[in-house]
């Protein structure tokens, strides 16, 4: 089982509309969350992370933590064009190994 | 947040030839620095964690030998790609945590795209 797991897509959704991302972590004393943001031929840049459970939000994005279930989500609300990328979920291990998923490409149709 | 650069941004090279890029954190100091590599289409694979002053930890499966890397300063991380092949074509990228920063999150470099010949 990978430490990290989420659905590859690609994700399609209308401009404006909601983008719900998901991801799983095998660690239960996982401690830290992170999405990124990759765009095509660029580097990760970090959107939000999140270490309590419950929901976090910061502008158009949303990140859920659910302990128990071990789960991880990134919502985007009022989706643009521009939101089109591939997201990375990021787990810190409690040996302080950080682990990445294969990333969710999702497109944003005008 | 905190920024870190990587030089070059895109090498070509004949095969056989030793590629360096340099991974620098400008507005920190970074004991751990982190090196990538993405084939296209594909994830993130851990190459290594590099450990300021000491040997790096590489991952399974990952050349020691042809991958160098050396971590001489706080600020500073190299990755040394010895006598390149083709198949060492791909996008490069290193990391850092800033000690500072009580979330653990690491912060990229804009990559390095290496096409060797």
């Known amino acids: 089982q990978k430490e990290v797991e989420q659905n590859s897509g690609p994700l399609s959704v209308p401009e404006g509309a909601i983008a719900s991302l998901n991801c799983t972590y095998s660690?239960?004393?996982?401690?830290?969350f992170f999405w990124y943001r990759q765009y095509s031929g660029k580097s990760p840049e970090l959107i939000m992370f999140?270490?309590?459970?419950g929901d976090k939000e910061d502008g158009r994005f949303t990140a859920q933590l659910n302990k128990a279930s071990q789960y991880v989500s990134l919502l985007i609300r009022d989706s643009q064009p521009s939101d089109s990328a591939t997201y990375l979920c990021?787990?810190?291990?409690?040996?302080?190994?950080?682990?990445f998923g294969t990333g969710t490409s999702l497109t944003v149709i005008p | 947040g905190a920024v870190v650069s990587q030089h070059p941004s895109w090498v070509i090279c004949k095969s056989g030839t030793s590629v360096k890029i340099e991974c620098r954190s400008l507005?920190?100091?970074?004991?751990?620095m982190f090196w990538y590599r993405q084939f296209p289409k594909q994830s993130l694979m851990l190459m290594a964690t590099?450990?300021?002053?000491?040997?790096?930890?590489?991952e399974q499966g990952v050349e020691k030998d042809k991958f160098l890397i050396n971590h001489a300063s706080l600020t500073l991380s190299t990755l040394t790609v010895t006598s390149a092949h083709p198949e060492d074509s791909s996008f490069y990228i290193c990391?850092?945590?800033?000690?500072?920063?009580?979330?653990?999150?690491?912060?990229f470099g804009p990559g390095t795209r290496l096409t060797v010949l």
């Open positions: 990391s850092a945590k800033n000690p500072r920063s009580g979330a653990n999150e690491q912060f």
């Open positions: 660690d239960r004393g996982s401690q830290s």
């Open positions: 999140i270490y309590s459970n």
């Open positions: 990021a787990v810190n291990t409690p040996g302080n190994q950080f682990y």
């Open positions: 507005d920190f100091q970074a004991t751990t």
């Open positions: 590099s450990n300021e002053g000491s040997k790096a930890t590489y």
